[in-house]
């Protein structure tokens, strides 16, 4: 059974081009000019501007401009964002399942980049938001740390990707070519090669469960899951994919 939108204009992936591509232009055109003061807003946390600090401010930004972009656009064609799945899942075992489901995605994917890095270990390399969350060492940055890649990504990259694009392809392909093409999509725009595989497993997990729950927000418990296990692992046991 496919998603149903009820819309007065069809939402696209022209729609969600315009809504990614601008925020990585506005974001970096903000912070460059420092028309967003981030280092600035950063010193004003505890423990003053670091790289934990700038993470948190610099997901303030983005996740409030892709947001507003996905609220802009749906307000543009007639929608809204219930129709594009931002509803509690009707049963609420869905978020225990959620949970669940993050946790042995992000496990999956470590077992994955594991053997990948076995293979290719010339080729292994860490991300960016793995050398930041390493330096984590007291409470404030475990929050910080936490509201940035547990809570804020998740949400606005649910939003992107299961919401806005998902239902956009699905309106012209179907629900299957959706998950495989959103899934590659989510994959690749992590900017990693050597983690497109994993990235496309979790991906794929994600919109199964979409397909599963009906509802982003369950999908959000689950992203979020697999995000906060992961920073676990990275600031306690100091186990990275």
Same mark, same amino acid.
């Given at each position: 059974m496919e998603p149903e939108i009820n819309h007065k204009k069809q939402i696209s992936v022209i729609d969600w081009l315009v809504i990614y591509i601008s925020t990585v232009v506005l974001v970096n055109f903000l912070v460059d000019h420092q028309l967003y003061p981030s280092q600035w807003i950063s010193s004003l946390l505890p423990?003053?501007?670091?790289? &934990? @600090?700038?993470?948190?401010?610099?997901?303030?930004l983005q996740c409030g401009?892709?947001?507003?972009?996905?609220?802009?656009f749906l307000h543009i064609r007639g929608t809204s964002i219930q129709q594009i799945g931002w509803q509690a899942p009707q049963n609420a075992q869905n978020y225990v399942r959620a949970i669940v489901y993050g946790v042995l995605t992000?496990?999956?994917?470590?077992m994955l980049s594991a053997f990948l890095t076995q293979i290719f270990p010339q080729w292994a390399a860490t991300q960016n938001v793995v050398s930041t969350a390493l330096q984590v060492d007291t409470a404030w940055g475990i929050l910080a740390a936490f509201l940035s890649v547990g809570v804020m990504a998740p949400l606005c990259e649910e939003l992107l990707f299961r919401g806005y694009l998902f239902?956009? &392809? @699905?309106?012209?392909?179907?629900t299957w070519p959706s998950v495989i093409i959103t899934s590659f999509i989510f994959a690749a725009i992590h900017g990693q090669w050597f983690q497109l595989l994993p990235l496309f497993m979790a991906g794929f997990f994600l919109n199964?469960?979409?397909l599963?729950?009906?509802?982003?927000?369950?999908?959000?418990?689950?992203h979020s899951a697999w995000n906060t296990f992961s920073l676990y692992l990275i600031v306690s046991l100091n186990v990275y994919v």
């Open positions: 423990g003053g501007m670091n790289d &934990v @600090n700038l993470l948190f401010v610099h997901e303030i401009l892709i947001v507003g972009g996905v609220l802009l992000c496990s999956l994917m470590l239902h956009a &392809v @699905n309106q012209k392909y179907g199964a469960f979409y599963h729950s009906r509802s982003l927000i369950a999908t959000v418990f689950m």
